[in-house]
């Protein structure tokens, strides 16, 4: 239930803060394509359409691109153009698209899993496939939204590469990191990123209520946690009310991170 602060400002959930940390992910992204995969990612993008990234080009998930936004699950009521899976991956190999991806499994390098579990001649579990995690990781910026965060995702390492990290592009040479990059990594405990000497995967910062012990007690290796690790930032009295009454009205984000 949302209650209101000492400010008079409605008092944002956990799951809020996560929608807003998935939109500052397209901040000044330009006109470019956004490819959220997960409710909140799909309401952070809206989010960062509807205030600082006016530009972003949003599809229905299907085929088409929506000249408004609509709430999600919502058909959208002008459309400003056709793209199909042809042109969606000319998009992608041009780099002209932000993908935010979930993963099964990460690494602290930024190797993500979403293929099986256990080993690739007998997996324990058949998830989804490695699918164009491939071509997105090296061809435009992919960030990752983990909903659950524990140690059973941050691993020490993935059981199979399907998205590439930075120390596997580096391994491949400049035709493999010329257009890499993973510019975040968010879920429901904080926001993390790779800005590290070694490229291995930071602390940036973490959502109220949420301790940095938590984190790394939840997290199969060990983080690069700065002496000040700041609080994830609160979304303003107008973001919650687009959240709340424009993009979801029907409260999906608290479905996919509870409170």
Same mark, same amino acid.
């Given at each position: 239930?949302n209650?209101?602060?000492?400010t ?6 956990r799951a809020e803060?996560?929608v807003?940390a998935c ?5 000044g992204? %330009?006109?470019? #394509? ?8 799909a309401i952070?993008a +809206?989010?960062a359409r509807?205030?600082? !990234?006016?530009?972003l #080009? #949003?599809t $229905? @998930?299907?085929?088409?691109?929506m000249? /408004?936004t609509p709430?999600v699950?919502?058909r959208?009521? *002008?459309?400003e153009?056709w793209?199909p ?5 000319t998009?992608?190999?041009?780099g002209?698209r932000?993908v935010m991806?979930?993963?099964s499994? *990460?690494?602290?390098h %930024?190797?993500?899993n *979403? !293929?099986c ?7 324990? +579990?058949?998830l989804? %496939?490695?699918r @164009?995690?491939p071509?997105n990781?090296l ?10 965060? !524990? ?9 199979m590469v399907s998205? =590439? %990290?930075?120390?596997r592009?580096?391994?491949?040479g400049?035709s ?10 968010i879920? $429901?405990?904080? =926001? ?5 000497? @070694?490229r291995?995967? +930071?602390?940036?910062s973490l959502?109220?209520g949420?301790?940095v012990e938590?984190?790394?007690g939840?997290t @199969?290796?060990?983080?690069t946690?700065p $002496?000040?690790v700041?609080?994830? +930032?609160?979304?303003t009295? $107008?973001? &919650?009310?687009? *959240?709340?009454?424009?993009? /979801?009205?029907?409260? &999906?984000?608290?479905r996919? =991170?509870?409170?």
């Amino acid at each position: 239930m949302n209650g209101t602060g000492t400010t008079g400002i409605p008092t944002a959930t956990r799951a809020e803060y996560c929608v807003v940390a998935c939109a500052e992910a397209w901040r000044g992204a %330009g006109e470019i #394509l956004a490819a959220p995969m997960g409710t909140v990612p799909a309401i952070g993008a +809206r989010l960062a359409r509807l205030t600082f !990234s006016p530009g972003l #080009l #949003l599809t $229905d @998930g299907e085929a088409l691109l929506m000249a /408004d936004t609509p709430a999600v699950g919502v058909r959208p009521g *002008i459309i400003e153009g056709w793209l199909p899976f042809r042109r969606h991956l000319t998009l992608t190999a041009t780099g002209r698209r932000h993908v935010m991806m979930g993963a099964s499994q *990460i690494d602290r390098h %930024g190797n993500q899993n *979403i !293929s099986c579990i256990g080993t690739w001649a007998r997996p324990a +579990r058949q998830l989804l %496939g490695v699918r @164009g995690a491939p071509v997105n990781t090296l061809n435009n910026p992919t960030s990752y939204w983990v909903p659950r965060h !524990s140690a059973r995702v941050f691993v020490e390492h993935v059981d199979m590469v399907s998205g =590439v %990290g930075y120390e596997r592009a580096a391994e491949a040479g400049p035709s493999a990191t010329r257009f890499h990059r993973i510019p975040e990594v968010i879920s $429901d405990l904080g =926001v993390f990123d790779f800005e590290t000497p @070694g490229r291995t995967m +930071r602390l940036r910062s973490l959502h109220p209520g949420v301790g940095v012990e938590q984190v790394t007690g939840a997290t @199969g290796f060990a983080l690069t946690v700065p $002496d000040q690790v700041p609080f994830t +930032r609160d979304p303003t009295e $107008d973001e &919650l009310r687009l *959240i709340r009454e424009v993009i /979801d009205p029907k409260g &999906l984000r608290e479905r996919e =991170v509870p409170a």
